[in-house]
């Protein structure tokens, strides 16, 4: 695939938990990069027409007989060539240089000294904080390369062949442990790569607008919003590409919080002018669900029922010929990297198997796109702040935080707990920073005194985590007084709840839904 921004940066991967902070750094300096595996063939390279090549770190060694290695002839493009860590032992490597295992192996902060001009670290002071993670280390440069610093451990810390345009950090330029990164990573990009910054979403938003436009040509599209921050700004993107074609179906599973489906509406059919179709099938999933404790067997029926109510919809509207849907760069990053699967904890649902029976081909316009990207497109198209700041919240809704059986009672007690949780965080200044923050029902009935009255009534856990992606999180601090305020309001203004709890236990081995 091609893409049409004019100055852009290739970086192929070799494995490194750091390749989409590269990616994401440079750009957040405006220019368009996409991660490639590192056997990508020298004709895609090509056609993608980079400014530059990265090259990222990984975790083998190029010692090993069965090293990953790039395709020779990338060093032949006549483009630049930037090698981090792995990267650059397999320059020095592929080059002609030597690579040695080191007696010691480096991890951690290091400060560098630079021992000579460059055009990759000029502008910048003589000694630098830099964070490294490496066991080999180069015993000889590659002809034409030569040092230009050094740390403690790594008498060439970084060479460059300014010739060729060619450069190599042994350490991370891409992480915050090495302050100056960025400036290293600026002048690679616009410096020796002489890209501009082009890559806006601003661009973005023009670009997709008549990508959508050329896919769907007088098709129709149809779109299952659910309020949440993808979902809601595809809808906004493909309805100005398309207007009317695009049909979005919102279904009212009974288990979302209070206000949130009138909200939905209004924002998108009144103030968007989508065509909107919000279905109300509460009784549906509420008589299915009825009895069930099982939190498995609930997130069955909760996806096997939207699925078949939206399919349902989908039908009566005739004929459709796409599914938009939210997927990001990461969820095609992990498709296309070497990283296994890991394995289903819990089961997520989504429109999953739909495309496949109903024939629906797919508009993904958000394919190449971080979640804090699609938050700008979001801004740039004008929708609203509170929409593209919410925290994540589950398909499943509130069936998976009402912990045994879900009864509309019961429903109405988590709403309303749940409302003064996020109201509170949100009134502290707190509601950006928190990952996800909200209340749980459970299944178990407490003594309490109210007044001079016995009371014997529900429980709530407050939940607070902080997490970079939902896979590991660490539960919040949160002050004491805001904790004695959310706890007091519940239990005054909550009927039937006498007790609130706060859950303090981390992802792994708890995990951020309690079913
Ligand atoms: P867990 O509970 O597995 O949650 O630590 C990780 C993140 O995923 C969200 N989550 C879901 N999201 N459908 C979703 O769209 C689901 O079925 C689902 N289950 C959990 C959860 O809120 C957290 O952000």
Redesign the pocket.
């Known amino acids: 695939m091609t893409t049409p921004y004019k100055d852009k940066i290739l970086i192929l991967d070799f494995g490194s938990q750091y390749s989409q902070l590269i990616a994401r750094r440079i750009r957040e300096l405006s220019v368009y990069s996409e991660i490639r595996p590192f056997s990508e063939t020298l004709e895609a390279i090509r056609a993608f027409e980079p400014s530059g090549l990265v090259l990222s770190g990984g975790p083998a060694s190029v010692i090993d007989a069965d090293a990953p290695l790039p395709h020779p002839e990338i060093f032949d493009l006549g483009i630049p060539i930037l090698g981090i860590c792995y990267g650059m032992q397999l320059m020095t490597h592929m080059l002609g240089g030597e690579v040695a295992p080191s007696a010691k192996r480096e991890y951690g902060a290091a400060v560098l000294t630079r021992t000579a001009e460059s055009e990759l670290l000029a502008g910048l002071e003589k000694n630098l904080r830099v964070w490294m993670s490496h066991g080999d280390r180069i015993n000889k440069t590659p002809e034409g390369f030569a040092p230009i610093a050094a740390t403690d451990n790594s008498p060439v810390a970084a060479m460059a062949d300014g010739s060729r345009r060619f450069y190599a950090l042994q350490f991370h330029p891409e992480v915050v442990h090495t302050p100056e990164g960025v400036e290293i990573l600026k002048n690679f990009v616009y410096s020796v790569c002489g890209c501009s910054p082009s890559w806006t979403m601003h661009s973005f938003v023009e670009q997709s607008v008549s990508e959508i436009r050329g896919r769907v040509g007088e098709g129709r599209v149809l779109c299952a919003l659910s309020g949440g921050v993808d979902s809601s700004v595809a809808a906004v993107l493909i309805h100005r590409a398309i207007g009317d074609r695009l049909t979005c179906i919102y279904v009212d599973n009974g288990l979302m919080r209070l206000g949130e489906s009138e909200k939905v509406v209004r924002t998108f059919r009144d103030q968007f002018h989508i065509d909107l179709k919000a279905v109300e099938a509460s009784e549906q999933f509420l008589s299915r669900l009825s009895g069930v404790t099982d939190p498995e067997e609930k997130?069955k029926i909760i996806?096997n029922e939207f699925i078949k109510i939206f399919e349902a919809e989908a039908t009566q509207l005739g004929q459709v010929d796409f599914l938009a849907q939210g997927t990001l760069y990461p969820d095609v990053i992990e498709s296309i990297s070497f990283k296994g699967p890991s394995a289903t904890?819990?089961?997520?649902?989504?429109v999953g198997g739909l495309p496949e029976r109903m024939k629906l081909k797919l508009v993904e316009p958000f394919r190449e796109l971080f979640k804090d990207e699609v938050r700008l497109v979001g801004r740039e198209l004008g929708i609203p702040e509170e929409v593209l700041y919410r925290q994540?919240?589950?398909?499943?809704g509130l069936g998976?935080r009402i912990l045994g059986e879900i009864t509309r009672e019961r429903l109405a007690v988590l709403r309303e707990a749940d409302a003064i949780v996020i109201e509170e965080i949100k009134a502290a200044g707190l509601y950006r920073q928190i990952?996800?923050s909200f209340a749980v029902l459970l299944p178990i009935r407490t003594v309490g005194v109210m007044g001079d009255e016995r009371t014997y009534d529900h429980v709530v856990a407050l939940r607070a985590v902080n997490?970079r992606d939902?896979?590991t999180?660490d539960w919040v601090q949160l002050p004491f007084e805001l904790l004695a305020r959310i706890s007091n309001r519940i239990i005054n203004e909550v009927k039937g709840v006498n007790r609130v709890t706060y859950d303090i236990s981390s992802?792994p081995p708890s995990?951020?839904?309690w079913e």
């Not at 904890?345 to 989504?350: A, F, G, Q, V």
């Not at 994540?392 to 499943?396: D, L, V």
């Open positions: 997130r996806g904890i819990k089961s997520h649902h989504n994540p919240f589950p398909g499943p998976i990952w996800q997490s939902g896979m999180a992802k995990t951020i839904e």
